[in-house]
């Protein structure tokens, strides 16, 4: 896909939107349709952000098409197009297995609901006044509650319960039962409402959907275009460097991480010193690890399920996630229908992982413990897929530090941040006229759907802005 060199964007637009995630592109793409002129610059030479892909000895391996809520559709048909709207499928086989229990399931409400009374033996009235608690909570609700003393009012002492209902939360956003119940309940009602969807095609033909719908509606998007700078003037924004490169414009956008976002691209010095207090609270999500295996050409294997949460670990918990050498790991597993024009078997192990445990590793200890991390996720998937090794031509792995070199994400965070950035990303224009932030914060901003709703509500504060 051809975009403009850097060397041709004009000196000034109405708004310039920084990164293409899918935060940004929605915002950019919102904001040229209501009839502003628009820049989008990438730093990385593909467009996407987190929701990327990459093509590796014949295969095309996604990186965060795993799984999203039902609520896509109507986001994508009514933010983006029916085309993309129409691409959306169910993943129907949810697999759980782990020494505390091994089922199968829609993940839809219906069937959990079921499998909660039938199998873990709970009565229905407390299964259905669990659901309506989670349903009813919104932004606005006390926080004092944590999602622990949510489980254990509603199923106390049920570890196996509380795994059932936490695990594909922490791997979805990285929550801990430790943060506030509101964080897990907006998300896991999300789910819940009809399951787990796709997209068919992959990623590579959504981020190419979203490109041509973009570019239709006038944005100028350069890739390889790194922002070095806002330019912040009187409390205002006036733009940005990128290189020795002055682009200005009365708004800028930033899908850059939030701490970057203030630390290196405004800078500090652009806040009130109570706005910074505010923010030095801001913690910043776990990153993640991963290992790509693909099958080679004329290989196949049986219906193992499409996504298989898997745990060797007693009980759940989402330090031990986050473990180097974590026994819990998530398969997705993509059959020849994932891309019906390009038919192909690939399987994606997705684990938590923090920055700073491999960061911290010499390059031969960081090599040693990538192949000790491929070979832990070959043994698992053995479990599952017998004989999977000799099918296998392709193997490839990410580490937190792969994270942070593609986005420039501090600490290669997967999901932004924890719940403080929320109210720090909402308010950033408010201290500096000009400069709205979208994109992962709050954990209920991130995930495809978090972030492409989340471009939706800024696009329309940038509307505002511009437009008085
Ligand atoms: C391994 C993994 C698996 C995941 N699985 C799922 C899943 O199954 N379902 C789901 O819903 N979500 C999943 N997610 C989360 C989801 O992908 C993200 O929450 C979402 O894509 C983030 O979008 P965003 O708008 O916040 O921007 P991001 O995707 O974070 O993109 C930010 C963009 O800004 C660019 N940028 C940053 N700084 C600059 C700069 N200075 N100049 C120019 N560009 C810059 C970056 O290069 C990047 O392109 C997963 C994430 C990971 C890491």
């Known amino acids: ?57 014949g295969h095309t391996f996604d990186v965060s098409l795993h799984g999203f809520p039902y609520g896509m559709v109507k986001t994508c ?75 254990e009012k509603f199923f106390p002492g049920r570890s196996d319960v509380h795994r059932l209902l936490m695990e594909p939360i922490t791997y979805a956003n990285g929550s801990t039962l430790d943060e506030p119940a509101i964080t897990y309940g907006i998300v896991f009602s999300n789910f819940m409402n009809r399951g787990v969807f796709t997209f068919e095609g992959g990623t590579d033909r959504l981020i190419g959907m979203m490109a041509d719908d973009l570019q239709k509606n006038g944005v100028t998007i350069c890739t390889g275009a790194k922002v070095d700078r806002v330019l912040v003037e009187n409390g205002r924004t006036r733009g940005v460097m990128v290189g020795s490169q002055e682009i200005i414009a009365p708004a800028v956008v930033s899908n850059s991480g939030i701490t970057n976002t203030i630390d290196n691209l405004a800078g500090r ?131 937190p530090k792969t994270f942070n070199r593609y986005t420039l994400h501090t600490q290669g965070t997967s999901f932004g941040t924890k719940f403080e950035g929320l109210d720090i990303s909402r308010t950033i224009f408010k201290e500096v006229g000009g400069l709205f932030h979208v994109g992962s914060v709050g954990i209920i901003m991130s995930g495809w759907l978090g972030a492409i709703n989340y471009g939706v509500i800024v696009a329309n504060d940038v509307d505002a802005y511009v437009r008085s």
Not at 112 to 129: P, Y
Not at 341 to 357: H, I, L, Q, R
Not at 381 to 386: A, D, K, T
């Open 77 to 151: 048909r009514k933010y983006w197009s029916k085309e993309i709207r129409n691409a959306i499928v169910q993943l129907k086989n949810i697999v759980f297995d782990n020494p505390q229990f091994s089922l199968s399931t829609t993940f839809s409400k219906d069937d959990f609901s079921r499998i909660l009374h039938e199998q873990f033996k709970l009565d229905r009235t407390t299964v259905d006044d669990f659901f309506n608690t989670v349903r009813a909570m919104n932004f606005y609700d006390d926080q004092g509650m944590t999602t622990w003393e949510l489980f």
């Open 269 to 399: 010095e652009a806040f009130s010193g109570d706005f910074l207090s505010r923010f030095d609270k801001v913690v910043v999500n776990n990153s993640s690890c991963q290992v790509y295996f693909g099958i080679r050409k004329g290989e196949s294997f049986d219906d193992v399920g499409d996504l298989l949460f898997t745990s060797t670990a007693k009980e759940f918990s989402s330090e031990e996630m986050r473990r180097m050498d974590t026994r819990s790991r998530t398969f997705s597993v993509y059959y020849p229908k994932t891309r019906p024009e390009k038919p192909d078997y690939t399987v994606v192990a997705s684990m938590n992982g923090n920055f700073a445990d491999w960061a911290a590793l010499d390059p031969e200890a960081y090599r040693q413990a990538k192949e000790d991390m491929v070979e832990r996720c070959f043994k698992d998937l053995e479990r599952y897929i017998p004989g999977i090794r000799d099918k296998v031509d392709t193997i490839e792995s990410a580490t």
């Open 1 to 57: 896909m051809a975009f403009t060199p850097l060397e041709k964007v004009k000196r000034k637009y109405d708004v310039i939107v920084i990164g293409s995630g899918l935060g940004g592109l929605t915002c950019a793409n919102r904001l040229a349709r209501a009839g502003h002129a628009v820049l989008l610059l990438e730093h990385h030479i593909q467009l996407g952000g987190l929701a990327t892909w990459f093509k590796r000895g």
